[in-house]
């Protein structure tokens, strides 16, 4: 089974519209939790991170995420995306006990004018 | 800082020959980590380092692989020989600390190779 899932594999969006990437992942105790994005032709870059505390976060950009711990989730969000937002968005979590950092497959937004 | 340098950016060989991929961590970071990356299995972590020891290699696919790490500041990511099903991006990222401390993993610009 899947230990980080993405739901959305490919998201197409008008700029203003409203976003929500979700994430869910399988593993329990503590973990840390990320989200990355890969803009085209471009590395990796965090967008946001969450270790402990407030579970709302923000993050570059305008983005921001929410971890639900009862729902082993931590959603992406943004009130209005623009069209530099197209990327690919990677949520990623450490697994308990090591210092691995376990990638869902990708959402790749697409977002028109 | 420079961030994290890999070489070659692009690699295109035959199946059969050796391919030698290079990364130049960032200075002061302890862990190393190699990841590749494919449309069909997205982003797959294949071995990681801290002070320079590999400490969990459980991702590399096959003996064709190796990596290694001589010294803080270069490490190697080696397939022979090599198969068209090696055909990805491979990405290294460096970090400082340990999982409970690192804010994030820094990514290199990536190596994507081509095996004809």
């Known amino acids: 089974a899947q230990s980080v899932s993405q739901h959305n594999h490919h998201v197409i969006l008008s700029e203003a519209a409203s976003l929500e990437l979700g994430c869910n992942y399988s593993?329990?105790?503590?973990?840390?939790l990320f989200w990355y994005v890969q803009y085209p032709g471009q590395h990796l870059q965090l967008l946001l991170k969450?270790?402990?505390?407030?579970?709302l976060v923000k993050g570059i950009k305008g983005f921001e995420a929410e971890f639900i711990k009862s729902k082993f989730s931590f959603n992406l969000r943004k009130p209005s995306v623009q069209w530099s937002d197209t990327a690919e968005y990677f949520c990623?979590?450490?697994?308990?006990?090591?210092?691995?950092?376990?990638f869902g497959t990708g959402t790749r937004l697409q977002v028109f004018p | 800082d420079a961030g994290v340098i890999q070489s070659p950016r692009h690699e295109v060989t035959e199946m059969g020959q050796e391919v030698t991929l290079r990364c130049k961590p960032i200075?002061?970071?302890?862990?190393l980590f190699w990841y590749r990356q494919t449309m069909m299995r997205g982003l797959e972590l294949l071995i990681y380092?801290?002070?320079?020891?590999?400490?969990?290699d459980s991702g590399m696919p096959e003996d064709r692989f190796s990596a290694k790490m001589p010294n803080a500041s270069f490490s190697t990511l080696k397939i022979q020989p090599s198969e068209p099903r090696d055909s990805a991006v491979y990405f290294c990222?460096?970090?400082?600390?340990?999982?409970?401390?690192?804010?994030?993993?820094?990514f290199g610009p990536g190596t994507r190779l081509t095996v004809l």
């Open positions: 990623a979590v450490t697994r308990p006990n090591t210092d691995k950092l376990i």
């Open positions: 593993y329990g105790g503590t973990v840390n």
């Open positions: 969450y270790f402990s505390g407030d579970p």
């Open positions: 200075s002061g970071h302890d862990y």
């Open positions: 380092f801290n002070n320079n020891v590999p400490i969990d």
């Open positions: 990222a460096s970090a400082h600390g340990g999982a409970a401390l690192w804010n994030e993993q820094f």
